[in-house]
C-alpha cells in the first residue's frame, strides 16, 4: 500500500490562491495517476484534476479549468494542486489519491483509486 500525505490546506478569501501538495511514499504501478479529489459537506467526492507520472498528461474537472494547475515533482515523489481564484464554492476537504493506469472516460471516479491521502481542508470566505 502507498502511503499519501496531503498538506497546504487552509483558510483563503475569495480570490486568493492556495497551494496543495501530495507525496507519495514510493512510485510504482499503482500511482500512475495522481489524482486530487474534494468533498464538501453533504455531498459526494467530486473529481477535481489528475496526472500521470509518466508524460505529465493532466486532467480537470470543468469547474477548476484554468484556475487550478495539477503538476509533479518525479524527484520528489510529489504531486501538487495550484488553485488560483478560489470560490467559496471550493471549500471542501481535498484529498489526494494514486491509481493505477486508467482510462480517462471525461471524469474520473474515486472508486477507480486504491491509495487516498488523509484529506486536507480548504476553506473560501466570501
Known amino acids: 500500500q502507498v502511503q499519501l500525505v496531503e498538506s497546504g490546506g487552509g483558510l483563503v478569501q475569495a480570490g486568493g490562491s492556495l497551494r496543495l501538495s501530495c507525496a507519495a511514499s514510493r512510485r510504482t504501478f499503482s500511482t500512475s495517476v495522481m489524482g486530487w479529489f474534494r468533498q464538501a459537506p453533504g455531498k459526494e467526492r467530486e473529481f477535481v484534476a489528475a496526472i500521470t507520472w509518466s508524460g505529465g498528461t493532466t486532467y480537470y474537472a470543468d469547474s477548476v479549468k484554468v484556475r487550478f494547475t495539477v503538476s509533479s515533482d518525479n524527484t520528489k515523489n510529489t504531486a501538487n494542486l495550484q488553485m488560483n481564484s478560489l470560490k467559496p464554492e471550493d471549500t471542501a476537504v481535498y484529498y489526494c489519491?494514486?491509481?493505477?493506469?486508467?482510462?480517462?472516460?471525461?471524469?474520473?471516479?474515486?472508486?477507480?483509486?486504491?491509495?487516498w491521502g488523509q484529506g486536507t481542508q480548504v476553506t473560501v470566505s466570501s
Open positions: 489519491a494514486a491509481a493505477r493506469p486508467i482510462r480517462y472516460t471525461g471524469t474520473f471516479s474515486p472508486g477507480s483509486f486504491e491509495s
